[in-house]
């Protein structure tokens, strides 16, 4: 697959999705066929369709959240389309609302997606998911998670635990540049982890070169982010210490880490 990240406010991504070059599907002679995920803002997704011709063939929401769904109306002004979202989603512009397990066949086919019900950052959040790729709105970050607004702890590991079950190689498609600072915080919960020490040093890189640093690789983050290592001693040792009490499940060391991230 083809895909392209529109920047939008000070750190959001709008993924644009298209089918592989020599299988691209078009609609016209010139227009080709894309697939457009959390477009909170019109402004930049109608000028990059415009510029590369393309035409949505769907919209997809992992959830309501306004730097994530707010362009979606005016796009449709231009370019209707059918918009998909979770179950829960209040959108008013969703023509379709998905469940869990349900699949998506996109782009003539090329692009097949699951539904992944994932709530916690809120309580209609989704992951648009295949063993290549993952859309998961603000549920994992790259180093990160997406703070707990409508969930509680537990849902939210548990949301957390699905992505975490995808291929190593799996490419996790976040919608924020948050990884520097996500970094900071795995590093004073793991200080003596190298991996993370090395991530920081690529992403320090990446961004000093007007690069992105997602999509992230899945085996990247079971190494590097700690809201997927909390069955580890070294994360619940760091979680006892900032709580000072004892923790006995990975449910309740996220919770303890998620909080503190709040307050970094």
């Avoid at 996500?182 to 004073?188: G, Q, R």
């Avoid at 640093?213 to 001693?233: D, G, I, K, Q």
């Avoid at 449910?251 to 709040?262: G, S, T």
């Amino acid at each position: 697959m083809r895909i392209d990240a529109i920047s939008a406010f000070r750190d959001n991504y709008i993924w644009v999705i298209r089918a592989p070059q020599e299988t691209s599907a078009t609609t016209d002679a010139t227009t080709e066929s894309c697939v457009i995920v959390d477009p909170g803002d019109a402004k930049p997704v109608l000028a990059w369709l415009q510029a590369h011709q393309c035409q949505p063939e769907a919209i997809l929401l992992t959830h309501h959240h306004w730097d994530h769904s707010g362009g979606v109306t005016d796009i449709l002004a231009h370019y209707p389309c059918p918009v998909y979202s979770g179950q829960a989603s209040d959108v008013d512009s969703v023509s379709e609302r998905l469940e869990e397990g349900e699949r998506l066949s996109l782009l003539g086919g090329d692009l097949v997606l699951e539904v992944v019900e994932c709530p916690g950052h809120t309580l209609d959040h989704i992951a648009f998911v295949n063993p290549a790729l993952a859309f998961v709105g603000d549920t994992l970050f790259a180093a990160g998670c997406g703070r707990m607004f409508e969930g509680e702890a537990q849902q939210f590991y548990r949301s957390l635990q699905k992505i975490a079950q995808l291929p190593a190689d799996c490419k996790i498609y976040c919608a924020h540049e948050y990884t520097a600072a996500n970094l900071a915080f795995a590093a004073a919960v793991e200080p003596d982890n190298l991996a993370i020490q090395q991530r920081i040093a690529t992403v320090q890189e990446q961004r000093q070169q007007g690069q992105a640093t997602v999509p992230s690789e899945l085996a990247c983050e079971h190494a590097t982010n700690p809201f997927l290592r909390c069955h580890l001693p070294s994360v619940q040792r760091a979680a006892e210490q900032y709580s000072q009490k004892s923790l006995t499940t990975p449910a309740d060391v996220f919770a303890v880490i998620r909080h503190w991230k709040d307050n970094f």
